[in-house]
C-alpha cells in the first residue's frame, strides 16, 4: 500500500511541476556582468538547519571578500536569528515552509529588486517555479535544468560536488575565489552554561556525544543499536562517558528505553539547537546519524563516526565533508550493522583523531 501511495504522489508532483512549467516559466535573459552583483537573495524556505549550516560557508566567505553585497534569505520565521543574528546576513524575509500563491506574491514584493536569486533545488516543483516568476531579479541561479527560469544554470560545475562546493561556487560567479570557507556554528553563552551545570551535576569528565535520532523513521536507532553503540565504546575504552542528545520532539522516546546508566547520561535539558551545539563542543567525539548533528560537528572541528545508508548521490551531496570522519555505511536499514564493524570505524576515527592533534 505504501509503495502505491509512494508511486502516486510521485505522480502528481510530476504532474503539478509540468502544469507549474507550462504556466508559470519562460525565457529569462539577460546581459548582466555577475561580478557586478550587488545584492543576493538566497531562497532558504526548506527549513532544514543543516543545510543552513553547510551553505554558512559561503556566507561567511561573501562577507569576507565581498562586504557590499546585500545578501537577503528567504526563510521560516524559526530560521530567523540563525541567518541574521548568527550568519550575519542583511536582511531575513519570512516565508512558510508551504506558503499559499497569495503569500508567494507578497513576500516577492516584500524582497523588492535583487541582483541574483540562488535556489540550488534540484527538482523545482510548481511553487518554486511560481516564486521565481513573481521575484524581481537579473539572474536567477540554480541547477534545474528543466526550468528557463534558472538563466545561470551550474548543474554541470558542480556536478558530483558536496553542497559545501556547491554553494561555494557561487562564490566565484561574483568573483569571489579562493578556498572555501568553514560552517558557522554559533555558541551561545547561555547554551553552555547549562551543559555546564549538566556536567558537573553527573561529574561527567570525557563523554562521547551519541545522537541516535534523524528525520523520519529511516534514520532512527532503535534500543538495540544504541545498546550494541554504547557496550562498544565502552569496552574500547572504559575511561568515557557516553551523553545521548535528544530534542524536545524525541525527548520522551529516549527516556523510555531506559538506557541510562553510571557511564550513561542523556542530556534531555536541549531545548533549542543551540543546546545541541554546546554539547557537541564538548564532546570527546560525536557518533550520529546522517542529520544535522553531523554538519555541527564538522564546523565545530569535533570527530565523529557518522551513520550513512547506501544512498549513494545523499552521500555524495551531505557526507561529512570532514578528515575527523569515519563512516558507518549501513545496508538495508540503518539498524543493519554488527558491533564489529562500529569497533572498526571507532578504530579509523582514533587514528585519523591523532593525527588532527599533531597536525
Not at 114 to 134: P, Q
Not at 169 to 181: D, F, I, K, R
Not at 219 to 245: C, F, G, H, M, Q
Request: proline share 3%; charged share 20%.
Amino acid at each position: 500500500m505504501k509503495a502505491i501511495v509512494s508511486r502516486f504522489q510521485r505522480f502528481r508532483d510530476v504532474l503539478r511541476r509540468t502544469l507549474g512549467i507550462w504556466l508559470f516559466d519562460k525565457d529569462k535573459t539577460t546581459q548582466f556582468d555577475l561580478t557586478k552583483t550587488a545584492s543576493i537573495l538566497f531562497i532558504r524556505n526548506d527549513a532544514k538547519l543543516g543545510d543552513a549550516i553547510v551553505s554558512s560557508g559561503l556566507i561567511r566567505k561573501l562577507r569576507k571578500h565581498r562586504p557590499d553585497i546585500t545578501i537577503k534569505v528567504l526563510t521560516i520565521p524559526a530560521m530567523e536569528s540563525l541567518f541574521k543574528e548568527h550568519f550575519g546576513v542583511d536582511q531575513v524575509i519570512h516565508i512558510s515552509k508551504r506558503p499559499s500563491y497569495s503569500e508567494i506574491r507578497q513576500v516577492s514584493e516584500q524582497v523588492g529588486q535583487v541582483d541574483m536569486v540562488v535556489s540550488l533545488n534540484l527538482d523545482m516543483k510548481m511553487k518554486d517555479i511560481y516564486l521565481l516568476n513573481c521575484l524581481n531579479s537579473m539572474v536567477n541561479v540554480g541547477v534545474d535544468q528543466g526550468v528557463k527560469l534558472v538563466n545561470v544554470n551550474i548543474a554541470a560545475n558542480i556536478e558530483n560536488q558536496h553542497y559545501a562546493d556547491k554553494f561555494d561556487y557561487v562564490a566565484s560567479l561574483v568573483g569571489v575565489n579562493g578556498p572555501s570557507e568553514n560552517y558557522i556554528v554559533p555558541l551561545l553563552q547561555n547554551s553552555i552554561e547549562k551543559v555546564n551545570d549538566f556536567i558537573q551535576q553527573n561529574q561527567i569528565h570525557d563523554y562521547v556525544l551519541l545522537n541516535p535520532f534523524g528525520s523520519g523513521h529511516s534514520r532512527k536507532l532503535n534500543k538495540s543499536s544504541i545498546s550494541r553503540i554504547i557496550e562498544t565504546i565502552e569496552a574500547n575504552d572504559p575511561s568515557l562517558n557516553v551523553v545521548l542528545l535528544s530534542s524536545p520532539d524525541t525527548r520522551q522516546q529516549l527516556t523510555e528505553m531506559n538506557l541510562t546508566s553510571n557511564k550513561v547520561y542523556h542530556f534531555d535539558k536541549s531545548a533549542s539547537i543551540y543546546d545541541a551545539m554546546a554539547v557537541i563542543n564538548q564532546a570527546k567525539f560525536v557518533v550520529t546519524v546522517d542529520t544535522s548533528i553531523v554538519h555541527i560537528a564538522t564546523g565545530l572541528g569535533i570527530p565523529q563516526v557518522a551513520i550513512y545508508s547506501d544512498d549513494k548521490i545523499n552521500y555524495q551531496n551531505w557526507h561529512p565533508n570532514s578528515g575527523l570522519s569515519s563512516i558507518l555505511f549501513t545496508m538495508k536499514g540503518i539498524n543493519n550493522f554488527t558491533s564489529q564493524k562500529f569497533l572498526d570505524c571507532l578504530n579509523y576515527l582514533e587514528i585519523d583523531f591523532t593525527e588532527g592533534i599533531q597536525g
